[in-house]
């Protein structure tokens, strides 16, 4: 059983910073894929990005070239690192991590909470 807790959100300006992280409890964690997930006021979720158990990362073209996600495997912490923030970056974020197969075809079966991201301009 895997269990997934996202902190660091909260309000940042338009051009600004925000990391966020997700500390993963459980088993396996090495062997999974992982994937930070949004969904804005009104809107579809979205996932932003996904890291494999190699640690290669894909991205959302709406923050290719401004959020990075990254893993420290020994701390079991997912990162989200965004930079020049924009308004529609506002929403929750989440963590999601899976198996890798599973993760390939774009299902995640271990979600956290969630933690809010509010970009004023």
């Known amino acids: 059983q895997v269990s997934l807790a996202e902190s660091g959100g909260g309000p940042a300006q338009s051009g600004g910073s925000r990391r966020l992280s997700c500390v993963a409890f459980?088993?396996?964690?090495?062997?999974?894929?992982m994937a930070w997930f949004r969904q804005g006021p009104g809107k579809e979720r979205e996932r932003v990005a996904t890291?494999?158990?190699?640690?290669?990362?894909t991205y959302a073209d709406s923050v290719k070239g401004r959020f990075t996600i990254s893993k420290d495997s020994a701390k079991m912490t997912l990162y989200l690192e965004m930079r020049s923030l924009k308004v529609e970056d506002t929403g929750m974020y989440y963590c999601a991590q899976s198996a890798c197969w599973l993760a390939d075809q774009g299902e995640y079966n271990y979600w956290g909470p969630g933690t809010r991201v509010t970009v004023s301009s």
């Open positions: 890291i494999d158990s190699s640690g290669s990362a």
């Open positions: 459980g088993d396996n964690y090495s062997s999974h894929c």
